[in-house]
């Protein structure tokens, strides 16, 4: 009988936690950077794609790795820019996901040097139940943002009993930009168990200094959910999609009250494998799901962001099964359509047994022109891939060229 109640009460606190928080404040626009026209920038890598007419003169990217921390297992690498130019990066190592030994640690990048500085562990489990007052089982999914005020805001998953659905999401801040940080405090996204809550994608900014989180569950549905935040508190949320097959939700702010979410697709066998796709019109208050995004995803993650031109890429696995290949992709509003325009992985030609995964990429720009990315490299590396925004005007270029051939391969009889 006791197993019984104790079963009522979860699926209770379940179906609460699936609801509206009862208190609604008022919400506030999305806060949208001003951006370029997109035909300056098209015209901008005309004119670079003339003057750099030899292959040699093609602007390349640049990688390196994240700094080895000596851990077997590296995964969920994320970044934001600093007050100084550098970026800040954060992941988690041990001796495999979700074990008791995993850490969150961190690195800078200095861009003159274009090198990390050795790592330093952010938070680990122990920290972490310290810090909280409850038992910790294990840490994971760190993704930092900026406060109003300058601070900077880490966000990281914790789980006290069970698998990643029985997470919860706490908050550490730092007045230094990641040099110290304060003690954590339990982010409360639902009554009663608080239970399945992670994020993994960058935070949105509201004109009043609250930020939009993309957040999801995975205990009896696998569903996106926004959450408002304010400081460290949740002071509303609304779903973003329904039922077990979207998770991680990706949002682009289109303008002040409309924004997109793309999803990491978890859809049983026999329905598409493409991303899921949601819209809102009322800067997050009500989302309603709209068609796929025709691009394979093979139930890993994706991320993408807006440059300051307006134009928009995406790193992911265009694959519909395994995360053996990752491709750049870029799309303008003239261009209408998304383009692959680096291949960035691809163990395709090796035996199936050989194939590295390539998985969890996170972008940020630092200046509004380049970008940054890092992603898990086999489990066992960060990889660090910077584009300058000469490369990236040269890629757009190469997009408009290749949607300029197909429209023209489809116009023929």
């Given at each position: 009988?006791?197993?019984?109640?104790?079963?009522?009460?979860?699926?209770?606190?379940?179906?609460?936690?699936?609801?509206?928080?009862?208190?609604?404040?008022?919400?506030?626009?999305?806060?949208?950077p001003?951006?370029?026209?997109?035909?300056?920038?098209?015209?901008?890598?005309?004119?670079?794609?003339?003057?750099?007419?030899s292959?040699?003169?093609?602007?390349?990217?640049?990688?390196?790795?994240?700094?080895?921390?000596?851990?077997?297992?590296?995964?969920?690498?994320s970044?934001?820019?600093?007050?100084?130019?550098?970026?800040?990066?954060?992941?988690?190592?041990?001796?495999?996901?979700?074990?008791?030994?995993?850490?969150?640690?961190?690195?800078?990048?200095?861009?003159?040097?274009?090198?990390?500085?050795?790592?330093?562990?952010?938070?680990?489990?122990?920290?972490?139940?310290?810090?909280?007052?409850?038992?910790?089982?294990?840490?994971?999914?760190?993704?930092?943002?900026?406060?109003?005020?300058?601070?900077?805001q880490?966000?990281?998953?914790?789980?006290?009993?069970?698998?990643?659905?029985?997470?919860s999401?706490?908050?550490?801040?730092?007045?230094?930009?990641?040099?110290t940080?304060?003690?954590?405090?339990?982010?409360i996204?639902?009554?009663?168990?608080?239970?399945?809550?992670?994020?993994?994608?960058?935070?949105?900014?509201?004109?009043?200094?609250?930020?939009?989180?993309?957040?999801?569950?995975?205990?009896?549905?696998?569903?996106?959910?926004?959450?408002?935040?304010?400081?460290?508190?949740?002071?509303?949320k609304r779903?973003?999609?329904?039922?077990?097959?979207?998770?991680?939700?990706?949002?682009?702010?289109?303008?002040?009250?409309?924004?997109?979410?793309?999803?990491?697709?978890?859809?049983?066998?026999?329905?598409?494998?493409?991303?899921?796709?949601?819209?809102?019109q009322?800067t997050?208050?009500?989302?309603?799901?709209?068609?796929?995004?025709?691009?394979?995803?093979?139930?890993?993650?994706?991320?993408?962001?807006i440059?300051?031109?307006?134009?928009?890429?995406?790193?992911?696995?265009?694959?519909?099964?395994?995360?053996?290949?990752?491709?750049?992709?870029?799309?303008?509003?003239?261009?209408?359509?998304?383009?692959?325009?680096?291949?960035?992985?691809?163990d395709?030609a090796l035996?199936?047994?050989q194939?590295?995964?390539?998985?969890?990429?996170?972008?940020?720009?630092?200046?509004?022109?380049?970008?940054?990315?890092?992603?898990?490299?086999?489990?066992?590396?960060?990889?660090?891939?910077?584009?300058?925004?000469?490369?990236?005007?040269?890629?757009?270029?190469?997009?408009?060229?290749?949607?300029?051939?197909?429209?023209?391969?489809?116009?023929?009889?």
């Amino acid at each position: 009988m006791s197993h019984i109640v104790a079963l009522c009460f979860l699926l209770l606190a379940a179906v609460i936690g699936f609801l509206h928080i009862d208190s609604r404040p008022a919400w506030a626009p999305f806060a949208t950077p001003s951006l370029a026209p997109v035909d300056e920038v098209l015209d901008e890598a005309a004119t670079l794609k003339t003057k750099n007419s030899s292959k040699s003169a093609v602007p390349a990217s640049q990688f390196n790795w994240l700094p080895d921390t000596g851990a077997a297992s590296v995964h969920a690498a994320s970044l934001i820019a600093l007050k100084d130019g550098a970026v800040r990066a954060f992941w988690f190592a041990g001796s495999r996901e979700g074990a008791a030994d995993v850490s969150i640690y961190s690195s800078v990048y200095d861009p003159q040097s274009a090198n990390w500085s050795a790592p330093t562990a952010v938070m680990d489990r122990v920290v972490a139940e310290k810090g909280l007052s409850r038992y910790i089982a294990k840490v994971g999914n760190p993704v930092p943002s900026r406060l109003p005020d300058g601070r900077l805001q880490l966000f990281f998953v914790t789980v006290s009993i069970g698998g990643w659905a029985g997470s919860s999401v706490s908050a550490i801040t730092s007045d230094d930009d990641g040099l110290t940080w304060s003690n954590p405090r339990r982010l409360i996204g639902s009554p009663l168990l608080n239970l399945s809550t992670l994020v993994k994608s960058p935070s949105v900014m509201f004109t009043d200094g609250s930020l939009g989180v993309p957040a999801y569950h995975e205990w009896i549905g696998r569903f996106g959910e926004f959450l408002r935040v304010d400081a460290d508190k949740v002071i509303d949320k609304r779903r973003m999609s329904s039922g077990r097959s979207a998770i991680q939700p990706l949002v682009f702010v289109n303008d002040a009250q409309d924004a997109s979410a793309y999803f990491r697709q978890m859809r049983s066998s026999g329905l598409p494998k493409q991303i899921p796709v949601s819209q809102t019109q009322n800067t997050g208050q009500s989302w309603q799901s709209s068609a796929d995004l025709p691009i394979a995803n093979p139930n890993s993650a994706l991320t993408g962001l807006i440059l300051r031109n307006g134009v928009r890429i995406l790193v992911l696995n265009n694959i519909e099964a395994g995360r053996y290949r990752l491709v750049l992709l870029m799309s303008s509003s003239r261009l209408g359509k998304w383009q692959t325009v680096e291949v960035l992985e691809d163990d395709e030609a090796l035996p199936e047994v050989q194939r590295k995964e390539f998985s969890y990429p996170y972008l940020i720009t630092v200046d509004g022109d380049d970008a940054h990315l890092v992603y898990t490299w086999d489990r066992k590396k960060i990889r660090h891939r910077y584009f300058s925004g000469a490369w990236l005007k040269r890629a757009l270029s190469k997009a408009q060229a290749l949607e300029t051939d197909a429209s023209g391969q489809e116009a023929k009889p």
